[in-house]
Every structure is written in structure tokens, then in C-alpha cells.
């Protein structure tokens, strides 16, 4: 496995023999192995390419807690998604007749576009289980990006 930084909690991992049997599960194990020295991180995000001869997997660590905002409507969710960086860590919900988009902030916080065409919502640990139960999944890992390359 040969391992090299590319950006800020940003990695590549490469195999070259056995990638073929390696399992999402077995991606992560080896990912936190290998990234044991690293600073703490709350969740990450893989990227896995592999065929029989080799593996490639694109990593990126998350740190803090998701934050939610709410979006009346399809208009103003778009126009706030038009103010995030696309490789932003977000995923779409539908909840109680609106939309609620969950993101992992860049350092220097959320973009103000969210607090222009949305609102912050103050949750409890409890809601990515109540979104998870009551709310509808409609895209997870890249919700920005997918919704600025469908609706430009």
C-alpha cells in the first residue's frame, strides 16, 4: 500500500496486489491503520476505484459535527448550493415538507449563502437518527456537487 498526502485531510491510497477482494469495510480498517498518526477526525469520506490488478482510493477526513440547514423550497436550496465549494461533505434530505442539507463546514464555517437562502437548524444528537428514521435520503456524500452539475 503506498500512501501520499494530497491536500489538507486530503490522501490516496494505492494497492497493487489483492485489491480485488478489498471490501468497503476492509478500505476504512486499512485507511485508520495507516492514518494512525494522523490528527483525530470524526468521519471520512472514501472514494474507491479498484479492478483486478489494483486498487486506487481517494480519502477525506471530516472533523467536527455536521451542521443542518433548512430550505422552504428547490429555489433557495440551489441558490445557497451556488454559494459552497462542490467538494463540499454534504447529503439532501426531505423532512416535515422541507429541505434539510447536512455539511461538513470547510474551516472557515459554513458559506454565507446557507444563512441567506436557509436557517441553521439547532438540533440535537438525536436528529441524524430522526432523519434517518422519519426524514427521505435524496443525495448523500455529495449533495452540493450533484445539485450545481444538475442545475447550473
Excluded: N
Aim: proline share 7%.
Amino acid at each position: 500500500m503506498h500512501t501520499l498526502q494530497i491536500g489538507r485531510d486530503r490522501y490516496l491510497f494505492s494497492w497493487e496486489q489483492g485489491a480485488a477482494d478489498l471490501t468497503p469495510a476492509a478500505v476504512e480498517a486499512l485507511v485508520r491503520q495507516a492514518l494512525d498518526g494522523a490528527a483525530a477526525w470524526d468521519a471520512m469520506v472514501l472514494e474507491q476505484f479498484s479492478d483486478g490488478e489494483g486498487a486506487l482510493v481517494f480519502v477525506r477526513l471530516l472533523r467536527g459535527q455536521p451542521r443542518y440547514f433548512a430550505f422552504a423550497d428547490s429555489e433557495r436550496l440551489l441558490a445557497a448550493c451556488a454559494g459552497c465549494p462542490p467538494e463540499t461533505v454534504s447529503s439532501l434530505y426531505a423532512d416535515q415538507g422541507r429541505y434539510v442539507l447536512d455539511l461538513y463546514p470547510e474551516p472557515g464555517g459554513p458559506p454565507l449563502s446557507l444563512y441567506e437562502f436557509g436557517r441553521e437548524l439547532a438540533v440535537s444528537p438525536h436528529y441524524p437518527a430522526h432523519l434517518a428514521e422519519y426524514g427521505k435520503a435524496l443525495l448523500t456524500g455529495q449533495a452540493v456537487r450533484e445539485l450545481r452539475r444538475l442545475f447550473p
